[in-house]
C-alpha cells in the first residue's frame, strides 16, 4: 500500500490524489506511489524544506574548501615598512656633531599573502570529505524520507568555526584597512561591506553554510520540544475527559437504580 507520511497528514482521512508521475489514484498523504514508485512528495512539494537546506548548505561547504583560503588585497596595494637604520653621511660628506646616530627608512613592497587552499589544510580536507558524504545522504534523505542529521550537523559546526575565526582574523588587519580606505568615498553600501573584501570568500561561504545548518537544527529541536508538550497537554486533555465522562456515567447508573448516593465529605 502508500506509504503515509504523518509530517504531513494530520488525520486519516479518505483524501486521494493522482500521482504525478504514472496517473494513480494514491492517498493525498503518500510519499511514494505504490505503483510506479515515484516520490510523489517532490512532484507535489510535500517534503521536508531542510532537505534542500541541507542539500544546498553541503555545495557551499565543498566550494568553500575547494575555494582560496587566501587573504585579498586591493589591486596595487603597497605596504610600508619602516625600520631604523644607521645615519651614514653620504660619499664626501660629513655628518653634523648633533645628527642622530638612527633615523627611520621606509619602503614600500606590494603585499605577499601565503597563498593557502581548503584542501591544504586538515580541517579543510575533512570537511571536504563530509560535504560529499552530506550531498549523498542528502539525495537518500529526499528518496527514502529519512533525517539523516549527523554529517550537516558535524561540518555546519566546522564551517562555522572556520568561518568565524577567518572573519575576527580579517577584522582589524592591513587588509581590513586597506579596503576600508579604498572603499570610504564609495556609496554607503561600499563603505559598509567593502571591508569584507578583505575576507576570503570561501570563509563567508562557510560561515554562511554553517550558520544555516546550525539555526536549522536548532528550530527543528524547539519546534520539537514545543509539539511534544503540545501532545502531552493534548493527552491529558483527554485524559481528563473520558474520566470525568466515566465518572458522570457511574452517577447515571446510581441514579438509575435508585441507589443512595454516597455523600461527599
Known amino acids: 500500500g502508500p506509504t503515509v507520511d504523518a509530517r504531513v497528514v494530520e488525520d486519516d ?6 500521482c504525478c508521475y504514472c ?3 494514491i492517498h493525498a498523504g503518500s510519499y511514494r506511489c505504490h505503483d510506479c514508485g515515484g ?4 512532484g507535489w512539494g510535500t517534503a521536508l524544506k531542510e532537505h534542500f537546506l541541507f542539500l544546498f548548505a553541503s555545495i557551499l561547504i565543498a566550494v568553500g574548501c575547494v575555494s582560496s583560503w587566501t587573504q585579498r588585497y586591493p589591486a596595487g596595494a603597497m605596504i610600508a615598512h619602516t625600520v631604523m637604520v644607521d645615519n651614514v653621511a653620504a660619499p664626501g660628506a660629513t655628518l653634523p656633531p648633533n645628527a642622530p646616530k638612527q633615523i627611520e627608512q621606509t619602503t614600500y613592497t606590494a603585499p605577499a599573502p601565503e597563498a593557502l587552499g581548503g584542501l591544504d589544510t586538515i580541517r579543510g580536507s575533512f570537511m571536504f570529505a563530509i ?3 552530506g550531498i549523498i545522504v542528502a539525495f537518500f534523505n529526499l528518496l527514502h524520507r529519512r533525517m539523516i542529521v549527523w554529517p550537516f550537523f558535524l561540518n555546519g559546526v566546522l ?5 568565524l575565526t577567518s572573519l575576527n582574523r580579517a577584522m582589524g588587519s592591513t ?3 586597506m579596503w576600508a580606505e579604498k572603499t570610504k568615498d564609495m ?3 561600499e563603505a559598509w561591506l567593502g571591508k569584507l573584501r578583505a575576507v576570503p570568500s570561501s570563509q563567508l ?8 545548518i546550525l539555526m536549522s537544527i536548532i528550530k527543528g529541536v524547539v519546534g520539537g520540544f514545543a509539539a511534544g508538550a503540545a501532545k502531552s497537554k493534548e493527552k491529558m486533555a483527554a485524559a481528563n475527559e473520558a474520566t470525568e465522562a466515566r465518572r458522570l456515567a457511574r452517577e447515571g447508573k446510581k441514579k438509575d437504580s435508585g441507589a443512595p448516593e454516597t455523600p461527599k465529605p
Open 13 to 18: 482521512g479518505d483524501d486521494m490524489r493522482h
Open 23 to 25: 496517473g494513480s489514484e
Open 39 to 42: 516520490v510523489v512528495a517532490l
Open 131 to 133: 560535504a560529499l558524504y
Open 159 to 163: 564551517a562555522l568555526e572556520v568561518g
Open 175 to 177: 587588509a581590513w584597512e
Open 187 to 189: 556609496n554607503w553600501v
Open 205 to 212: 561561504l562557510l560561515t554562511f553554510a554553517g550558520a544555516l
